[in-house]
């Protein structure tokens, strides 16, 4: 059963415009959530994180936002730029475990 | 680079055997973690070991084992195989065990570059 679902598998953005990546879970004990980035060949690797008690984080280019309400969260690439052009996957956890669950992943292409 | 270990990059098998993948965790990290990611699908969380000791267990076959050794290096065990197992396996570590607070540094795992395994 995949509690953590990233529907849509690849996403093509233009250079310098947002890029909006989405995310929904169904288990109501999650409470933190991370983002990861992954280039081919190599390890996914930490971007952002958010914990249930906020609804938005924002770190330099990347926010993200949480409705708990609607199981879902976004992040978002402003502007987005061709570095980023990788497979974004979202992760959740509940309590002070270090299970993660994570999504499919959604690659994402930014063009120059 | 994470920092993270894993040796083979890759390895070419067949049904039925048995293969070894290993895990150096970054230097100081206590905690080991294994995922499976399969084709198009999500990284599946295996096992997780603490200093030592099985911290938490996820979807992880009876025919695979793993453990983490007095130096923190990890081993994941798979025998049996099946043409379903052939994914990228993947190791992270981190400092702590669990999540305390917002304190990046107790929960942020790092990941290794996968090891990549072909069931023939």
């Known amino acids: 059963d995949q509690q953590v679902k990233q529907n849509s598998p690849s996403l093509s953005v233009q250079e310098g415009r947002i890029s909006i990546l989405n995310c929904d879970y169904t288990n109501s004990m999650f409470d933190y959530f991370l983002w990861y980035k992954k280039y081919p060949a190599e390890g996914p690797t930490f971007l952002i994180s958010?914990?249930?008690?906020?609804d938005k984080n924002e770190d330099g280019r990347f926010t993200v936002f949480l409705n708990k309400s609607a199981k879902h969260l976004s992040l978002h690439i402003v502007p987005s730029q061709p570095g980023d052009s990788a497979v974004y996957f979202c992760a959740a956890s509940r309590g002070n475990f270090n299970k993660f669950y994570f999504g499919s992943g959604t690659k994402l292409n930014v063009k120059p | 680079d994470s920092g993270v270990t894993q040796t083979p990059k890759h390895l070419i098998t067949a049904t039925g055997q048995r293969v070894t993948l290993r895990c150096s965790p970054r230097?100081?990290?206590?905690?080991v973690y294994w995922y499976q990611q399969s084709l198009d699908q999500g990284l599946q969380f295996l096992i997780q070991?603490?200093?030592?000791?099985?911290?938490a267990k996820g979807n992880i076959l009876e025919r695979f084992s793993a453990q983490q050794f007095p130096d923190l290096h990890s081993e994941l065990n798979l025998s049996s195989l099946e043409l379903g197992d052939s994914a990228l396996y993947f190791c992270?570590?981190?400092?702590?065990?669990?999540?305390?607070?917002?304190?990046?540094?107790?929960?942020?795992?790092?990941f290794g570059p996968g090891t990549r395994l072909t069931v023939t």
């Open positions: 992270a570590s981190s400092v702590g065990y669990g999540r305390t607070g917002e304190d990046r540094v107790s929960y942020e795992q790092y």
């Open positions: 958010i914990s249930s008690i906020k």
């Open positions: 230097s100081g990290d206590l905690s």
């Open positions: 070991y603490y200093n030592g000791e099985e911290r």
